[in-house]
């Protein structure tokens, strides 16, 4: 019985047979995830928990865990943790600033990644396997273990296509949000997918209180396809019609994440294909720059990013454009691909000098 893998009711369910009180139940369902405890015998001695729960719990769970590797930070104050799993392979989770108030963590939700996005380090490692829920959530609790603020959102932004991980992603979704494990709130928790149609309309069905975050990058589909591959599995009208469906049922505006690349997805063209492609549909539109090592891809130029957001008032939507952070130490997006460099490898807790103020 892994307790870090176990939704409230499959921990019910688990510990049925000993007949204990729902609050017993929530009790240890905190211990591990409110908390943070660490380990097995920390949850079975916690305040409120049941002998005979406490024994059961000693006798039948485990609480396995990452190790991390290192944190590596940027100036910027974006901050790197890379991890080892026991189940094999090296992912990675970013702790993004927001302001000097809260953290948003960006978890992996796969080693590798099978979509080979072309401007996208992680996809240039190939699929390895699907992580675990407890692989996903144990990110968010060694990186809010270190934390010198609060934690308020997630994003399933990092290394994997977290809808091709569906239930995995999605349990843990619902354990980020309950009140009794992590206490995020659901429009604070964002999946980021490049295109995958059925996992999309699956989503939309099942009614899950999260955001969508589109990749679409180019709303003209021979460009689209150059550096999305999965234009070829799930064409852009099939995508549009996904989306207009997510915007209608939720009314809400879909989350556009549009890659800038210089010299290729800039122009008026660019533009007014986003505007036939979108029409009818309530959209907000995220502009982050592409961040390629390989030098292939070059983010747009002051100028060519001027004239652009002047091109998409043609959609009367709002335009933001998104930070990405941590460009030095690999962090931004795109470019997550268990590597170790730049920025500046920041001690374990217990390392640190009395007087730092590291977390």
Same mark, same amino acid.
């Given at each position: 019985?892994?307790?870090?893998?176990?939704?409230?009711?499959?921990? @019910?369910?688990?510990?049925?047979? +000993?007949?204990?009180?729902?609050? %017993?139940? #929530?009790? *240890?369902?905190?211990? !591990? =995830?409110?908390?943070?405890?660490?380990?097995?015998?920390?949850?079975?001695?916690?305040?409120?928990?049941?002998?005979?729960?406490?024994?059961?719990?000693?006798?039948?769970?485990?609480?396995?865990?990452?190790?991390?590797?290192?944190?590596?930070?940027?100036?910027?104050?974006?901050?790197?943790?890379?991890?080892?799993?026991?189940?094999?392979?090296?992912?990675?989770?970013?702790?993004?600033?927001?302001?000097?108030?809260?953290?948003?963590?960006?978890?992996?939700?796969?080693?590798?990644?099978?979509?080979?996005?072309?401007?996208?380090?992680?996809?240039?490692?190939?699929?390895?396997?699907?992580?675990?829920?407890? @692989?996903?959530?144990?990110?968010? +609790?060694?990186?809010?273990?270190? %934390?010198? #603020?609060? *934690?308020?959102?997630? !994003? =399933?932004?990092?290394?994997?296509?977290?809808?091709?991980?569906?239930?995995?992603?999605?349990?843990?979704?619902?354990?980020?949000?309950?009140?009794?494990?992590?206490?995020?709130?659901?429009?604070?928790?964002?999946?980021?997918?490049?295109?995958?149609?059925?996992?999309?309309?699956?989503?939309?069905?099942?009614?899950?209180?999260?955001?969508?975050?589109?990749?679409?990058?180019?709303?003209?589909?021979?460009?689209?396809?150059?550096?999305?591959?999965?234009?070829?599995?799930?064409?852009?009208?099939?995508?549009?019609?996904?989306?207009?469906?997510?915007?209608?049922?939720?009314?809400?505006?879909?989350?556009?994440?549009?890659?800038?690349?210089?010299?290729?997805?800039?122009?008026?063209?660019?533009?007014?294909?986003?505007?036939?492609?979108?029409?009818?549909?309530?959209?907000?539109?995220?502009?982050?720059?592409?961040?390629?090592?390989?030098?292939?891809?070059?983010?747009?130029?002051?100028?060519?990013?001027?004239?652009?957001?002047?091109?998409?008032?043609?959609?009367?939507?709002?335009?933001?454009?998104?930070?990405?952070?941590?460009?030095?130490?690999?962090?931004?997006?795109?470019?997550?691909?268990?590597?170790?460099?730049?920025?500046?490898?920041?001690?374990?807790?217990?390392?640190?000098?009395?007087?730092?103020?590291?977390?």
């Amino acid at each position: 019985m892994n307790l870090k893998s176990l939704s409230l009711p499959e921990l @019910e369910a688990a510990l049925a047979p +000993l007949s204990p009180s729902p609050t %017993a139940v #929530r009790k *240890v369902f905190a211990a !591990v =995830f409110a908390h943070g405890l660490q380990t097995v015998e920390d949850v079975a001695s916690a305040r409120q928990v049941p002998r005979r729960v406490g024994d059961h719990l000693r006798a039948h769970a485990q609480m396995p865990k990452l190790e991390i590797v290192e944190r590596r930070r940027a100036d910027d104050g974006f901050v790197k943790y890379l991890f080892d799993s026991p189940l094999g392979g090296r992912i990675e989770a970013v702790r993004i600033p927001i302001f000097d108030e809260k953290y948003v963590i960006c978890v992996s939700s796969q080693v590798g990644c099978a979509l080979a996005c072309d401007f996208c380090m992680t996809g240039k490692l190939g699929f390895k396997r699907n992580l675990q829920t407890w @692989e996903i959530l144990d990110q968010v +609790l060694q990186v809010r273990a270190e %934390a010198d #603020r609060p *934690v308020r959102g997630v !994003v =399933f932004m990092g290394m994997g296509e977290p809808l091709l991980n569906y239930k995995e992603t999605l349990r843990a979704a619902d354990i980020l949000r309950h009140p009794a494990g992590f206490s995020i709130a659901g429009e604070s928790i964002t999946f980021s997918t490049a295109g995958h149609v059925p996992a999309i309309r699956r989503y939309v069905r099942e009614g899950h209180p999260y955001r969508l975050a589109f990749s679409v990058t180019s709303a003209i589909a021979e460009k689209r396809a150059k550096v999305l591959p999965i234009e070829k599995t799930h064409p852009l009208p099939e995508l549009i019609a996904a989306i207009r469906e997510y915007s209608e049922v939720r009314r809400e505006r879909a989350m556009i994440a549009y890659v800038a690349i210089s010299g290729f997805n800039m122009g008026l063209e660019d533009a007014e294909a986003l505007k036939a492609a979108f029409e009818g549909i309530r959209i907000k539109v995220d502009l982050i720059d592409v961040t390629d090592p390989t030098g292939k891809y070059l983010p747009p130029t002051p100028e060519e990013l001027s004239a652009f957001r002047d091109h998409l008032q043609i959609l009367k939507s709002p335009v933001a454009r998104r930070y990405s952070g941590g460009k030095e130490i690999g962090a931004a997006c795109g470019t997550l691909a268990a590597t170790q460099y730049g920025g500046t490898v920041m001690p374990r807790p217990s390392e640190a000098p009395a007087s730092s103020t590291t977390p």
